[in-house]
């Protein structure tokens, strides 16, 4: 996949992760709508790449590392700035 910078964010950092719902996903430390990064999921059975979530400042940005999916079906990761 061709990661754009402004919408689907740009350096991809980390590993994919293949969630409970069959989706692979990852996150870019840049890019994005605010430029420092996003959430995304790749569905691999359309080819199909969604952009999940804009890291926004305030509660973190510049992701490292890889998610990981919690016994509460959500999942975590790290940023490497950011927060209050």
Do not use: Q
């Not at 069959?22 to 995304?40: D, E, P, Q, R």
């Amino acid at each position: 996949f061709d990661f754009d910078g402004a919408n689907y964010g740009s350096y991809p950092y980390g590993s994919l992760f293949e969630a409970s719902d069959g989706h692979l996903y990852g996150m870019t430390s840049a890019g994005g709508v605010n430029g420092i990064g996003i959430i995304f999921d790749f569905n691999p059975e359309t080819g199909t790449l969604t952009k999940r979530y804009d890291f926004v400042r305030t509660n973190g940005c510049n992701p490292h590392g890889s998610l990981v999916e919690a016994g509460d079906s959500k999942l975590y990761g790290m940023t490497y700035s950011g927060g209050s």
